[in-house]
């Protein structure tokens, strides 16, 4: 099993920044890709950026150069870096890690980008 805790979400300006954590505990050996989704009420779960064992990064085409995410192995740790938000930004963001079978969720953080 491994466990993820999401935080970091909150309000924050057009232009602003945010830094999203996800610590995670249990299993962790069993892990290889990580990454982040988000959701807005009534749409389906967007995928945002993966990032793999070996440090390498995906991300959607709306984020690329305003997100960067990263991955602390030592401390069990992935962040989001979010620059330059804009309010489509606005969502839950959930982390996930994949495991050699499955997916495990957070239980997502709110962003809100609003003046």
């Known amino acids: 099993q491994v466990q993820l805790v999401e935080s970091g979400g909150g309000l924050v300006q057009p232009g602003g920044s945010l830094r999203l954590s996800c610590v995670v505990s249990?299993?962790?050996?069993?892990?290889?890709?990580m990454g982040w989704y988000r959701q807005t009420p009534g749409k389906q779960r967007e995928w945002v950026t993966t990032?793999?064992?070996?440090?390498?990064?995906n991300y959607r085409d709306s984020v690329k150069g305003r997100f960067t995410v990263s991955r602390d192995d030592t401390n069990d740790i992935m962040t989001l870096q979010m620059s330059n938000l804009k309010p489509e930004d606005t969502a839950m963001y959930y982390c996930y890690a994949d495991p050699i079978v499955g997916r495990y969720w957070g239980q997502g953080t709110q962003v809100t980008v609003s003046s």
């Open positions: 990032i793999t064992n070996g440090g390498g990064t």
């Open positions: 249990g299993n962790i050996l069993s892990i290889n890709a």
